[in-house]
């Protein structure tokens, strides 16, 4: 698939990256290899593969969820210059 030159400067410009006139011609063919890439990847028969979530088939051993701290809140709440029910109170910043 071809790219021309004003879809690369519209891609430019909605990717807010400047591409010079000179690098355009370059640009323009490398998008489509990219798509002739795609291309060719959605031409593959996938009946029939599972989907994966990662190419290794490892698993994440993952720590017990238990409290390591103690409760702190009434103290941090102490310090604050206003709360109520539990709730710190700020100023009102938009109208």
């Given at each position: 698939?071809?790219?021309?030159?004003?879809?690369?400067?519209?891609?430019?410009?909605?990717?807010?990256?400047?591409?010079?006139?000179?690098?355009?011609?370059?640009?323009?063919?490398?998008?489509?290899?990219?798509?002739?890439?795609?291309?060719?990847?959605?031409?593959?028969?996938?009946?029939?593969?599972?989907?994966?979530?990662h190419?290794?088939?490892?698993?994440?051993v993952?720590r017990?969820?238990?409290?390591?701290?103690?409760?702190?809140?009434?103290?941090?709440?102490?310090?604050?210059?206003?709360?109520?029910?539990?709730?710190?109170?700020?100023?009102?910043?938009?109208?």
């Open positions: 698939m071809a790219v021309d030159a004003q879809t690369v400067e519209k891609l430019a410009e909605l990717a807010r990256i400047a591409i010079s006139e000179e690098t355009i011609d370059e640009v323009s063919s490398r998008l489509g290899d990219v798509l002739q890439l795609v291309d060719q990847l959605q031409a593959v028969n996938t009946d029939g593969v599972e989907p994966m979530a190419p290794l088939d490892e698993v994440q993952l017990k969820d238990e409290v390591t701290e103690p409760n702190r809140r009434e103290e941090f709440l102490a310090l604050a210059p206003q709360t109520e029910a539990g709730l710190y109170l700020v100023p009102k910043v938009i109208d």
